[in-house]
């Protein structure tokens, strides 16, 4: 069964930094490309990071261009969002999203880890 | 503001059918790529509920049904029943900015 598990969200002053985690269990992890995305309370689903397998390519979206840094373990089985200048309007959901092989789908996503930005 | 439009709310009858539209541009839909849909629960992950315009992900019931046209998709569901009641995201590539795009949600209401 395909697993993904966020971990490391929590409070985190404006500036501030977080990094978070998703470990995967169930597939080939180096084999797939990997996305982060977001949702801000009542909001709706925003893309906001792109990981290839092997690591690169690497994409982004320009709200987090520049501030945000997504890498992979593929040992580990894990991808990784370093997040940093953290801003009141980075308060979401990070939910971590396999990309289905060949297409721009998400066909699993991970349940959500809540970063909330504030002082 | 989202890249792909879709109208914030619709709602039904039970047995009833509606459709939910998803606007595009000449950067995502318009250029062939295709567009997928995800049904989200209050309080849950999104889960893919049909992906390359028209094709059901496994277990999804064929009371939902998707396509697309030019620069336009959308999603209907017949038969509506209760338990439909979700957020429903569309969802697809856009190459001026190189990267996924969604739509910014339509709250279904079954009355």
């Known amino acids: 069964e395909v697993q993904l598990v966020e971990s490391g969200g929590g409070l985190v002053q404006p500036g501030g930094s977080l990094r978070l985690s998703c470990a995967t269990s169930?597939?080939?992890?180096?084999?797939?490309?990997m996305n982060w995305v977001r949702q801000a309370p009542g909001k709706g689903l925003e893309w906001i990071a792109y990981i290839n397998s092997g690591s690169s390519p690497i994409y982004y979206a320009d709200s987090v261009k520049g501030r945000f840094s997504v890498s992979r373990d593929d040992v580990k089985k894990t991808l990784y969002l370093q997040m940093t200048s953290l801003r009141d309007e980075d308060t979401a959901i990070y939910f971590c999203a396999r990309e289905y092989t060949g297409s721009y789908f998400f066909d699993h996503w991970g349940q959500g880890t809540l970063v909330t930005v504030s002082s | 503001q989202s890249v792909l439009t879709q109208p914030p709310s619709v709602s039904g009858a039970p047995g009833q059918r509606v459709t939910i539209s998803c606007n595009g541009s000449n950067s995502n839909l318009g250029a062939g790529y295709d567009v997928n849909w995800y049904q989200q629960f209050p309080g849950t992950a999104p889960k893919l509920l049909i992906y390359r315009n028209n094709n059901w992900r496994p277990g999804v019931p064929d009371r939902f049904s998707g396509s697309k046209s030019g620069t336009s998709a959308s999603l209907a569901i017949t038969g509506l029943q209760p338990e439909d009641e979700a957020d429903y995201y569309c969802?697809?590539?856009?190459?001026?900015?190189?990267?996924?795009?969604f739509g910014g949600g339509t709250k279904l209401t079954v009355l």
């Open positions: 169930g597939f080939t992890f180096s084999s797939y490309r």
């Open positions: 969802q697809s590539f856009d190459s001026s900015l190189s990267g996924k795009v």
